[in-house]
């Protein structure tokens, strides 16, 4: 129903920068972006409201930047002073569209393990590698 494509990842040394782009099919007013290793869980990188806010893990706050282009549907994460413990497959998730409801829902996943189950749609992934 919802489609979401990713770009952006590739291999840079530690204290590079990149920036991922997420095209959605469709606005949708919370996404997210996560983060997998092999062997761990998915983990929730950064959130963005429809109202503009933002949300990010703590491990990640100062140096990745999630914001969002609604004329285009499209989400980005700018990273900047990558560490090689930020190598990982990122993924676009989006929560629903067809109800008007707030982001509060999808703040847990950027403090917990836990990924919210409102996070129904997913891209495949892009590959993001550091190197040190």
């Known amino acids: 129903q919802v489609q979401l494509v990713e770009s952006g990842g590739g291999s840079v040394q530690a204290g590079g920068s990149l920036r991922l782009s997420c095209v959605a099919s469709t606005y949708i007013p919370c996404m997210a972006w996560f983060r997998q290793v092999p062997g761990k869980g998915r983990e929730g990188v950064a959130i963005?409201?429809?109202?503009?806010?933002?949300a990010v893990r703590d491990s990640v706050e100062g140096r990745f930047t999630i914001s969002k282009d609604n004329t285009k549907n499209t989400l980005y994460l700018n990273m900047t002073a990558l560490k090689s413990e930020d190598t990982a497959m990122y993924f676009c998730a989006a929560g629903p569209h067809t109800i008007a409801r707030g982001c509060g829902w999808a703040v847990p996943a950027v403090q917990t393990s836990s990924i919210p189950p409102g996070f129904r749609f997913w891209g495949l992934g892009t590959q993001v590698t550091v190197s040190s």
């Open positions: 963005s409201s429809s109202d503009g806010t933002t």
